[in-house]
């Protein structure tokens, strides 16, 4: 039964990104079963999920094509590796497929369980690129204030969050710059003042460190852990022209913008830039099974074709199979049911359109989104964007609130995030941003707002 549930959960289970003392303690849901875009638990309630999982069903909890195309799979060929000279079936279909999704020069793919590893992957491939051209120094990589690129030792270091280099150390070839997170560091700079300025960060960082001992950057299109932030138009333009100008190579993760979250397949898209590597994960099989992965342009792949010897590389389950086959299954619905395409023409503007309706509200700031990407932000003084109480307690408040009155959302710092499946309907928009509202209407009264 439920509780005894709990105290197993309690007693045995740790969980990620958790404190476990205070979990220990409390306890959390048990979630039970998903149809459609609602989750359920053991008690029996419905939650509608306006996160999408963990931004990776895009495609919500049904679609029995990708369960289907799992099972069948696994009574085939539940595992084999690609080691040894060998491949199989699924992993060599999803690599030709994730090619023909994305421009021309990108006809390579490595396959990892997660966007963490994928991530790890690509600072050795790109590490690997260099040495192969007889550029050995060119080890540092250039990341992002409260950029989030995964947990492993590697990701974590990539990732810009605070915390996590403090339980990491971080890796001494990783330098973080300013984010273009207008709202929280753009002070008195107009947004387009501010998004020169962010670039700006690159170029300066650049020479800091010498063009000649830099292999890359990494960034996601749109930061999404860190708090959806939707950098100002003017800010990918610039960055995109100092790439040009160095010989350093970028890394888009696209780990959440890839496969329809910003409106386009990828973010690169959405954005007009053109990494040399691309970080992609949790949409590729919508949720349903572990993959993740890079995908290589010709650039860098032409030159490690060539090397001579081993990339000493690889993981247990690279290209497993039943998770290709998930892979392959969604791309199948991406592509037949056209969704990405019709969720960012019809639903994409009635749920930035819906959301906008809150910029009123006593104590929202800022309502941001991009596609159906979005966050709204929290403050108890719209000119001076001054956050409502310490520790971001008040978007806590919201969140926890919300989902017990049954809308799965999400916080970071003072903003509350979403990223509702392609699937929601038009009235299951209209139903989360009232939920919403209800909660900020709460979050408003507990903190004495009006
Ligand atoms: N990169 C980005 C942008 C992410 O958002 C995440 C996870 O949320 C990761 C990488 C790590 O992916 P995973 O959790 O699959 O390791």
Not at 181 to 188: A, S
């Amino acid at each position: 039964d439920t509780q005894t549930l709990r105290n197993l959960d309690q007693a045995h289970h740790l969980h990620p990104f958790t404190d476990f003392k205070d979990y220990a303690a409390h306890g959390g849901k048990i979630i039970s079963r998903a149809e459609h875009i609602y989750l359920y638990d053991s008690d029996g309630n419905k939650i509608q999920d306006a996160m999408s999982g963990l931004w990776c069903c895009n495609l919500g909890y049904d679609q029995d094509s990708i369960k289907q195309a799992v099972f069948d799979q696994l009574q085939e060929l539940p595992y084999y590796n690609n080691f040894f000279r060998c491949s199989n079936q699924p992993a060599v279909e999803l690599a030709s497929k994730l090619c023909e999704l994305t421009p021309e020069r990108f006809q390579h793919v490595f396959f990892t369980n997660s966007g963490s590893e994928a991530n790890d992957t690509q600072i050795k491939l790109v590490h690997r690129y260099f040495d192969l051209l007889g550029k050995p120094n060119k080890k540092h990589i250039i990341s992002r204030n409260n950029a989030y690129h995964g947990s492993t030792i590697a990701a974590s270091s990539l990732g810009g969050m605070k915390s996590m280099h403090e339980q990491t150390m971080g890796l001494n070839y990783v330098h973080h710059i300013e984010q273009p997170h207008w709202y929280e560091c753009g002070g008195d700079m107009s947004e387009a003042e501010f998004g020169l300025h962010a670039a700006q960060a690159l170029a300066d960082k650049i020479d800091e460190l010498g063009e000649e001992n830099i292999a890359a950057f990494i960034a996601e299109p749109v930061q999404g852990a860190g708090g959806v932030i939707i950098p100002p138009d003017s800010y990918w333009p610039a960055v995109k022209k100092i790439l040009e100008e160095r010989d350093i190579l970028f890394i888009a993760d696209e780990v959440i913008c890839g496969f329809g979250r910003t409106g386009n397949w990828f973010g690169f898209e959405t954005y007009d830039i053109e990494p040399d590597l691309v970080t992609f994960a949790k949409a590729v099989t919508n949720g349903f099974m572990p993959l993740g992965g890079c995908l290589v342009a010709d650039k860098v792949s032409n030159v490690l074709l060539n090397g001579a010897g081993d990339f000493a590389h690889g993981l247990t389950y690279s290209g497993h199979p039943a998770s290709c086959a998930a892979g392959l299954a969604t791309m199948a619905v991406y592509e037949d049911t056209g969704i990405i395409e019709s969720s960012a023409r019809d639903l994409a503007p009635h749920f930035n359109a819906q959301l906008q309706s809150l910029v009123d509200h006593p104590i929202v700031g800022q309502v941001r989104s991009k596609g159906l990407f979005a966050a709204v932000e929290l403050t108890d003084d719209k000119a001076a964007r001054t956050r409502i109480a310490p520790d971001s307690a008040a978007a806590v408040y919201c969140r926890d609130v919300a989902i017990e009155d049954g809308l799965m959302v999400r916080q970071t710092g003072d903003a509350m995030i979403m990223a509702p499946p392609f699937v929601t309907e038009r009235h299951e928009i209209d139903n989360l941003v009232a939920k919403l509202t209800v909660a900020l209407d709460k979050t408003a009264r507990q903190f004495g707002i009006s």
